[in-house]
T-cell receptor, first 116, second 114 residues
Framework: GAVVSQHPSWVICKSGTSVKIECRSL??????MFWYRQFPKQSLMLMAT?????????EQGVEKDKFLINHASLTLSTLTVTSAHPEDSSFYIC????????????FGPGTRLTVL | SQQGEEDPQALSIQEGENATMNCSYK?????LQWYRQNSGRGLVHLIL?????REKHSGRLRVTLDTSKKSSSLLITASRAADTASYFC??????????????FGKGTLLTVNP
């Protein structure tokens, strides 16, 4: 149980385009979902926290107009990178909290974004 | 600096040896969690230890927590090549409300040589 999926697993796009990444909790209802960014050989940096049906809470320094987060249901959250630039290239990981254990986050497999 | 910081940054051992990784943090916590990440993949939750616990075991994993020193250690016994991964500690220092989050350390890259 407690499986989180992400789609796509990797994406290559041209500079200036927008990319949407989906995060789904497959077998539990996620009260909260988190979006992280990870650069090579570095730790996870929390970008934003989203609760179902409410606006996401962004961490300091994260542009909310650039990284649009929608958490429309208890099993789905999306991250849209708008007008992507090469510096947005990174590994994006979502996680979800909910189900029987609320003190643990369950992570998706990540999405590798490359902006040309 | 980050709430959780692991050391060493990298550790290379032979199969069968034990691997010990340490994590230090700065504020009081509710619990501390260890995660594993294989290269280019998501994180897998390994073990959670609460602030009132001192030691916890799960299979070949042993975690200790010393709240007086604000530190934790993860011991992997009888390591295998498949244990090669990055290991992160994460602290839960939340005080309730809707802004729950974990703070991750920088990680230890463990390489187990066959």
């Amino acid at each position: 149980g407690a499986v989180v999926s992400q789609h796509p697993s990797w994406v290559i796009c041209k500079s200036g385009t927008s990319v949407k990444i989906e995060c789904r909790s497959l077998d539990f209802q996620a009260t909260t979902m988190f979006w992280y960014r990870q650069f090579p050989k570095q730790s996870l940096m929390l970008m934003a926290t989203s609760n179902e049906g409410s606006k996401a809470t962004y961490e300091q320094g994260v542009e909310k107009d650039k990284f649009l987060i929608n958490h429309a249901s208890l099993t789905l959250s999306t991250l849209t990178v708008t007008s992507a630039h090469p510096e947005d290239s990174s590994f994006y990981i979502c996680s979800a909290r909910g189900g029987r254990r609320t003190d643990t986050q369950y992570f998706g497999p990540g999405t590798r974004l490359t902006v040309l | 600096s980050q709430q959780g910081e692991e050391d060493p940054q990298a550790l290379s051992i032979q199969e069968g040896e034990n691997a010990t990784m340490n994590c230090s943090y700065k504020t009081s916590i509710n619990n501390l969690q260890w995660y594993r990440q294989n290269s280019g993949r998501g994180l897998v939750h390994l073990i959670l230890i609460r602030s009132n616990e001192r030691e916890k075991h799960s299979g070949r994993l042993r975690v200790t927590l010393d709240t007086s020193k604000k530190s934790s250690s993860l011991l992997i016994t009888a390591s295998r090549a498949a244990d090669t991964a990055s290991y992160f500690c994460a602290t839960d220092a939340n005080r309730g409300g809707s802004n729950y989050k974990l703070t991750f350390g920088k990680g230890t890259l463990l390489t187990v040589n066959p």
